[in-house]
C-alpha cells in the first residue's frame, strides 16, 4: 500500500512538474513572439518666433506670414508638432509598418494624398516586407522616400526645422522595391513606384522609377517620373567619437525647371546628454521653381541652422536659431508692414518626447 501510494506521489510530482515546464516554455514561446511586436514613436511641440520680421498670421490663406520656404516648424508662437505611433512585426521573413501621423507636421507630410487627407487620412508609412533571401528583402506599400540627409519624423534629424532640400525632394513613394545586399560594404534597392508623393493611388497611369547604390553609409540615389528626373547623394563620417560630419547634395531637374543644393551637418557631442549641431546650407532654383517664394528666375537662399539637443531622459529639448538669407526680396521674408525683404532670422525650441 505504501508502495502504491509513493508511486502515485511520484506520478503526480513528475505530472505537476512537466505541466509547470510546460507552462513555462509555452509563455517564454509567447513572450519572445510578442516580442515581435513594437509601438514606438513620439511626441513634439516647439515655440517659434521671427526675430527681425513679422509673426503675424494671415486669417485668408491660413499661412504665417513670414516663415523660411522649408516644410515644418514654421507656425508662429506656440505650435503644435505632431504625434507619431507607430505600430510593427518583425518575422523571421516577413513583417510588417503602420506609421500614423497626427498633428501639423503629419497633414504636411501626406500633402499630396488629397483624396483621403480630407476625411482624416493619417498614414505615413503603410507597408508590408518579405525576406526573399538573407540578402535580398522586398517592400510593398507606402514608405518614406530614401532620398536626402533628413526624414519626417523629428526624431530622425538633429535640426528642428528642415532644410530646403528636404522639403523640396520627394516625401514617400507607394509601390515595390527591392533592397540588395551586394557584399557586407555595397547594397543596391531598385523601385517601381506611383508618381512622386501620390501615396494613396496612381491618378495618372504613370510611374517612378528609383535605384540606389550605398557604399558603407554613403548612398547615391536617382529617381525618374515623368519627364523629371533627380539625383541625390547622401552620407557623412565619424570625424571623431564627438564630431560626425554629414552631407546631402542634390539636382532635380523638369524641362529646364528645378532646383539644386548642398548642405553639410557637423555634429559635435559635448557629453553623452548634450550635442551641437549646425546646418549650412546652398539652395539654388533653374528658373522661377517657387521654392523660395521670390518670383524671380534663378533665385538662390544661404540658410545657417545652428540647434542645441539636450536629452533629458526619454524627452529632447531643441533650441534653435535660424538665418535664411536669398539672393532677391522673398515673400517668405516678410517685414512688419508685410513687405519682401532678403532675409529673416528666427528662433526656435522644440520639445520632442520619444518612446
Known amino acids: 500500500m505504501k508502495k502504491i501510494i509513493h508511486t502515485n506521489y ?9 505541466t509547470l ?6 509563455s517564454q514561446d509567447k513572450e519572445q513572439k510578442d516580442t515581435k511586436f513594437s509601438l514606438t514613436g513620439s511626441v513634439d511641440a ?6 527681425n520680421r513679422d509673426n503675424g498670421f494671415d486669417d485668408s490663406s491660413k499661412l504665417p506670414n513670414a516663415a523660411p520656404g522649408s516644410s515644418f516648424a514654421n507656425l508662429p ?24 501621423v497626427f498633428g501639423p507636421r503629419g497633414t504636411d507630410a501626406i500633402f ?34 530614401f532620398f536626402g540627409y533628413e526624414v519626417i519624423s523629428p526624431m530622425g534629424n538633429f535640426n528642428y526645422s528642415t532644410s530646403y532640400l528636404f522639403s523640396y525632394g520627394p516625401f514617400s513613394h507607394t509601390g515595390l522595391k527591392v533592397d540588395i545586399a551586394l557584399s557586407d560594404t555595397f547594397s543596391l534597392m531598385l523601385a517601381a513606384m506611383n508618381p512622386t508623393d ?7 497611369g504613370k510611374y517612378a522609377f528609383g535605384a540606389q547604390l550605398g557604399y558603407n553609409g554613403q548612398y547615391l540615389n536617382v529617381l525618374t517620373d515623368d519627364g523629371a528626373y533627380e539625383i541625390d547623394f547622401t552620407g557623412g563620417l565619424d570625424v571623431s567619437d564627438q564630431f560626425y560630419l554629414g552631407i546631402n547634395a542634390a539636382l532635380y531637374d523638369h524641362d529646364g525647371l528645378g532646383f539644386a543644393g548642398v548642405a553639410l551637418y557637423p555634429q559635435y557631442a559635448t557629453s553623452d546628454n548634450f550635442s551641437l549641431g549646425l546646418r549650412g546650407e546652398y539652395f539654388t532654383e533653374m528658373g522661377d521653381y517657387g521654392a523660395i517664394g521670390t518670383g524671380e528666375a534663378d533665385s538662390d537662399v544661404f540658410a545657417i ?12 529639448i531643441k533650441p534653435e536659431i535660424r538665418l535664411d538669407s536669398s539672393s532677391d526680396e522673398s515673400f517668405n521674408f516678410l517685414d512688419k508692414n508685410l513687405q519682401p525683404q532678403k532675409s529673416m532670422s528666427s528662433l526656435v525650441i522644440a520639445a520632442i518626447y520619444a518612446f
Open 10 to 18: 511520484v506520478k503526480y510530482f513528475l505530472v505537476s512538474v512537466l
Open 21 to 26: 515546464l510546460s507552462a513555462h516554455i509555452f
Open 46 to 51: 516647439y515655440y517659434r518666433v521671427n526675430l
Open 77 to 100: 508662437g506656440f505650435a503644435l508638432g505632431m504625434a507619431n505611433a507607430i505600430i510593427s512585426y518583425e518575422g523571421e521573413k516577413v513583417g510588417f509598418v503602420s506609421d500614423l
Open 112 to 145: 499630396a494624398s488629397p483624396i483621403y487627407s480630407a476625411t482624416g487620412n493619417i498614414v505615413n508609412q503603410l507597408y508590408v516586407y518579405w525576406k526573399v533571401h538573407e540578402s535580398v528583402k522586398l517592400t510593398f506599400g507606402n514608405f518614406n522616400t
Open 198 to 204: 501620390q501615396t494613396e493611388l496612381n491618378s495618372t
Open 305 to 316: 541652422t545652428l540647434t542645441g539637443s539636450a536629452k533629458i531622459g526619454d524627452l529632447t
